[in-house]
């Protein structure tokens, strides 16, 4: 008892979380636990002992499952190239490759490393006004007004700042928001990348090429092909795994980062629920299975 409670304290101050927390987690009173730890309880010492012990083994698992470290793979470094040529140049570019990559992490990454550069996560109900508040909000403008006076502020703002815009999930943007963001890369002169699935390309030109205004604007363009084999062998590394599994790896992700991410953190998990000692083939292949196909 002595060392679970020991555990305990450890677990509540490398994740500063009070014991009114544990208390709701295990469902008992604060009270009662506070007395379980203090070893002056006079109640069910047994019953707190055992749901004590089933939260702290919950909790290990847990942790396993978090997101691996992020790793320099093909599809960051080919988004960090783009973005740089669109920041610099003062240039439109376009990303564009299946869900589940790594697109995102790696516009995230970039604006943490400059922090002139804007991302614009948009989703399937953006306007041009959406687009507009998210950008004066990014801006610190005053988020009010109608689309004109909206755009004239973003202008203003923007106006020769030599500013990189990313807007991720690109292909969610209605016709007037793409519309938005090539006249505000043509007043103001910042960089623009766009970045999401195939369809995003067709979105530009149009079912019949009717909106080349904006299409023959783009510089850059690049394609984001699956996971290479070395791009897995680096992830798995990472991960603490042996390279020896990069192989099985590789053929059981389907060349998608996101799946490669969740099959070794779950291969992990299963690991520990077996009471293996380490992720073996056996281990990868049959955790595979139990990941939804999205194909």
Not at 7 to 36: G, H, P
Not at 65 to 89: F, G, N, Q, W
Not at 212 to 231: I, T
Request: aromatic letters at 6%; one cysteine or more.
């Amino acid at each position: 008892m002595d060392k679970l409670i020991a555990e305990l304290r450890t677990f509540m101050k490398e994740n500063d979380v009070t014991s009114t927390y544990v208390a709701n987690e295990i469902d008992i009173s604060k009270t009662a636990l506070s007395q379980w730890m203090s070893k002056t309880y006079n109640g069910d010492n047994e019953k707190i002992t055992d749901r004590v012990s089933n939260f702290l083994r919950r909790e290990k698992l847990r942790s396993t499952a978090l997101k691996l470290p992020i790793v320099d793979i093909s599809t960051m470094m080919y988004i960090k190239e783009v973005a740089a040529l669109c920041h610099t140049r003062g240039r439109i570019g376009v990303c564009v490759g299946s869900a589940g990559l790594g697109k995102t992490v790696a516009a995230k990454e970039y604006v943490k490393k400059y922090i002139d550069a804007i991302l614009i996560e948009s989703d399937y109900s953006y306007t041009a006004r959406s687009l507009l508040l998210e950008l004066h909000k990014a801006l610190g403008l005053s988020c009010k007004g109608c689309v004109y006076n909206l755009m004239e502020e973003v202008v203003e703002k923007l106006q020769n700042s030599g500013r990189l815009i990313i807007i991720d999930e690109a292909e969610n943007l209605r016709r007037e928001a793409l519309e938005m963001t090539r006249r505000i890369h043509d007043k103001t002169g910042v960089g623009l990348l766009l970045i999401g699935r195939e369809v995003l390309l067709q979105n530009l030109r149009g079912r019949q090429n009717q909106y080349d205004q904006l299409y023959s604007r783009v510089m850059y363009k690049k394609h984001l092909g699956n996971l290479a084999m070395n791009d897995v062998i680096t992830i798995v590394a990472k991960s603490g795994l042996s390279t020896d599994l990069a192989k099985t790896f590789y053929g059981c992700c389907k060349g998608n980062t996101r799946r490669l991410e969740h099959l070794i953190c779950n291969s992990i998990v299963v690991a520990q629920i077996n009471d293996r000692e380490e992720v073996d083939e056996s281990i990868v292949k049959e955790t595979s299975k139990m990941l939804m196909d999205k194909e």
